[in-house]
């Protein structure tokens, strides 16, 4: 069989109302979440062929991580169950509007195609506020509330010209 053939085979089509499963799972944990005082009402699932391989709610005040976002914990497991850092092929579904820490995150994480519920203005409104982090990365540097100053550039750029030079490397 020809790879295009293959790749077609492995397409699944998730239908509308799959669509919504997942949805309604992501915003399950979101909910069941808050009742057991489990973080915050954060909820997202990750799909990949029609599969939930990954499900899980915020977890930032019971880790005492503030990157133990719904999102962030459901790609780190989804990394772990498939052996990889490339989640190209999956989708996610979150209870609410990503933030601007979880979106950068699925990008990394090359997902296909982000679901979510909430907006985050409805999260505003129950007092998580993204607004200042989006206002802050639109600032020039010098401008932001938390001061960024370079330091040891010359000895920083090192490192990062070592990779180049890595032959070996794995890109990402």
């Known amino acids: 069989m020809d790879l295009i053939m293959e790749q077609k085979i492995s397409k699944i089509t998730i239908n509308e109302e799959q669509q919504q499963a997942f949805m309604r799972e992501a915003i399950r944990l979101a909910s069941q979440n808050v009742e057991m ?14 599969k939930i391989i990954a499900a899980a709610a ?3 005040t019971t880790a005492n ?6 999102e962030i914990n459901a790609i780190r497991e989804a990394c772990k169950k498939l052996n990889t850092f490339d989640l190209q092929g ?33 999260a505003e409104m129950a007092g ?14 010098e ?19 070592k990779w180049q030079e890595c032959v070996n490397r794995m890109e990402y």
Not at 65 to 70: L, M, N, R
Request: aromatic content about 10%; some cysteine.
């Open 128 to 141: 998580f506020d993204d607004s200042f982090i989006y206002n802050e990365l639109a600032k020039n540097m």
């Open 65 to 70: 991580d503030p990157t133990a976002h719904a």
């Open 90 to 122: 999956c989708e996610i579904y979150a209870s609410c509007e990503p933030c601007p820490m979880c979106l950068a995150s699925i990008y990394w994480a090359h997902i296909d195609k982000i679901y979510y519920a909430g907006t985050r203005h409805d």
């Open 143 to 161: 401008e932001r509330t938390i001061p960024i100053i370079k330091l040891l550039h010359d000895e920083g750029v090192n490192p990062l010209q």
């Open 37 to 50: 005082q489990g973080g915050g009402p954060f909820g997202a699932v990750i799909v990949r062929e029609g």
């Open 58 to 60: 915020n977890h930032v």
